[in-house]
């Protein structure tokens, strides 16, 4: 089965960087689709970026991160990346990786709906 621990979660000044980790510690050959999600409070759970572990087609990233979130996977191929560069008070919240199983394509346009796995989550907090 997979477990997803997620790690490097913080506090940052505005303008900063981060890098999150998550790693698979179960069955890495489960996973077709990897992704990073977050939420606000009082907020609904939102995509970040998603990519698939064969490498293609291209990862998708949310319109509020793109040019500042990459989204990798490690050569292992168990452990996901998310490098924040330029992060803005706009993306505090509780971050989040998920996992679909073998057959089951990456959910279009970042929904969060009909992944199978899901990690316990690492905080981001973002001062002015």
């Known amino acids: 089965q997979v477990q997803l621990v997620e790690s490097g979660g913080g506090s940052v000044q505005a303008g900063g960087s981060l890098r999150l980790s998550c790693v698979d510690s179960?069955?890495?050959?489960?996973?077709?689709?990897m992704g990073w999600f977050r939420q606000a409070p009082g907020k609904e759970r939102e995509g970040v970026a998603t990519?698939?572990?064969?490498?293609?087609?291209?990862?998708y990233y949310a319109d509020s991160v793109k040019g500042r979130f990459t989204i990798s996977q490690g050569n292992a191929k168990n452990t996901l990346y998310l490098e924040m560069n330029s992060l803005k008070p706009e993306d505090t919240g509780m971050y989040y990786c998920g996992a679909t199983r073998l057959g089951i394509g990456c959910p279009p346009g970042g929904r969060t709906d009909g992944y199978n796995w899901w990690g316990q989550g690492t905080q981001v907090t973002v001062s002015s």
């Open positions: 179960g069955d890495t050959l489960s996973v077709n689709c």
């Open positions: 990519i698939y572990t064969r490498g293609t087609p291209d990862p």
